[in-house]
């Protein structure tokens, strides 16, 4: 039988658990692992315990997540290896009230070290001359729709109502999304998935009542021709934008349809 042994130094009520390198198989990692986490947690009323490990020793990521560990954050190139290779170092932790065993403690655990993606919802509104809606951000050049991010816990739709109302003040109410797009990664930006809803044509006396509402990011709004769009909008943003304009629906990569 393989010797294996877990250390846990404490300071206070948290823990943080060490191990000499050593090749050892997964499941004598896993039960040493389990033990002295249950062992720690209960026997020093721990309310959390971590473990510092490099990203390419997959060996104990699978023992830390059967073990009810959930991955909480990545350092980049943190640590060097071998032949002074770098390597990011993973930061699992496992606090006393998780649930451990279970489909919960299973959902849990792979919630943390699945992939997520930004989920992003706009809104294209019109005027009675046909001209787009769009947002003069303080942090960028190009011009944006109204919308923003959507908050985690939120639906597309009401994250984009919540964000119209806070950049330009219109009260709305959404119903399917004309365009749900693809992004590929850009400008140090990850992938995401964007809804843009139609928020059709406005009344003459609204269309000219809106304002900049949110100081903070936006600096003016402006109705701009759809013609304008090139010089105003990202390639990809007046893509989408005149292929919603033509009335197509559905599913699009990149601004392009499937």
């Not at 997964?26 to 986490?37: D, I, Q």
């Not at 330009?168 to 992938?191: C, E, H, K, N, T």
Request: charged content about 25%; proline content about 4%; glycine content about 8%.
């Amino acid at each position: 039988m393989t010797e294996f042994s877990v250390q846990v130094e404490i300071s206070g009520d948290v823990g943080v658990l060490r191990w000499k390198e050593q090749r050892v198989d997964a499941e004598t990692l896993g039960k040493a692992v389990s033990l002295a986490a249950d062992d720690a947690i209960i026997a020093h009323q721990l309310r959390r315990l971590q473990v510092d490990l490099p990203a390419n020793d997959l060996v104990a990521r699978r023992a830390l997540q059967r073990c009810g560990f959930r991955l909480e954050g990545r350092l980049r190139s943190a640590q060097r290896v071998g032949n002074d290779d770098l390597v990011d170092v993973l930061i699992y932790a496992r606090l006393a009230v998780d649930p451990v065993y279970g489909a919960q403690g299973f959902s849990g655990v792979m919630n943390s070290v699945l992939p997520t993606k930004r989920m992003i919802g706009h809104a294209v509104f019109r005027d009675q001359d046909g001209r787009v809606l769009l947002t003069e951000t303080r942090y960028k050049a190009d011009w944006e729709l109204p919308g923003g991010i959507v908050e985690a816990g939120e639906s597309p739709r009401v994250g984009t109502e919540r964000e119209v109302m806070e950049e330009v003040g219109l009260a709305v109410s959404f119903r399917q999304a004309a365009l749900i797009d693809w992004m590929p990664p850009y400008l140090g930006w990850s992938d995401a998935v964007e809804f843009i809803f139609d928020g059709g044509t406005l009344l003459p006396d609204v269309a000219d009542g809106i304002t900049a509402i949110d100081q903070r990011e936006l600096v003016a709004v402006h109705w701009v021709d759809p013609v304008d769009l090139d010089e105003r909008v990202t390639e990809l943003s007046a893509r989408r934008i005149r292929l919603l304009l033509s009335g197509f629906t559905g599913m699009t990569e990149d601004g392009h349809p499937l």
